[in-house]
């Protein structure tokens, strides 16, 4: 599975912005799909997770009820949703698969395939 986020960008504090995740490879459908950031000085973090059908999700207490996980599975794609942003959720956002379905979705280590990063920067 190869992935490439994008939508990144600069944007005011309390703005919005979507980011996308394009998977290329037949079996994306069986994959969980996660979000992680990391903020310059700081280590990579979950942001949030979704199950392969869609039905369950899972965000980081820093972003719930800020940002919404999905996907299409139709379009390969696996979206972010990011709302009332605050300047430290500056950050380089990664996105990740994997097919492992056994531990917690906001394990790093579990995840076998990462995309190239996108940058979010949020003004105050």
């Known amino acids: 599975v190869q992935l490439q986020a994008s939508g990144g960008g600069l944007v005011q504090a309390g703005g919005s912005l979507r980011l996308s995740c394009a998977a290329s490879?037949?079996?994306?459908?069986?994959?969980?799909m996660g979000w992680f950031r990391q903020a310059p000085g700081k280590e990579r973090e979950f942001v949030a997770a979704i199950s392969w059908s869609g039905s369950s999700t899972y965000h980081a207490d820093s972003v719930k009820g800020r940002f919404t996980i999905s996907r299409d599975n139709a379009k390969n794609t696996v979206y972010l949703q990011m709302n009332s942003l605050r300047p430290e959720d500056t950050a380089v956002y990664y996105c990740?698969?994997?097919?492992?379905?056994?531990?917690?979705?906001?394990?790093?280590?579990?995840?076998?395939?990462w995309g190239q990063g996108t940058l979010v920067t949020v003004s105050s």
């Open positions: 490879g037949r079996t994306f459908n069986r994959n969980i």
């Open positions: 990740a698969a994997r097919t492992n379905v056994y531990g917690g979705y906001d394990s790093q280590a579990l995840y076998d395939y």
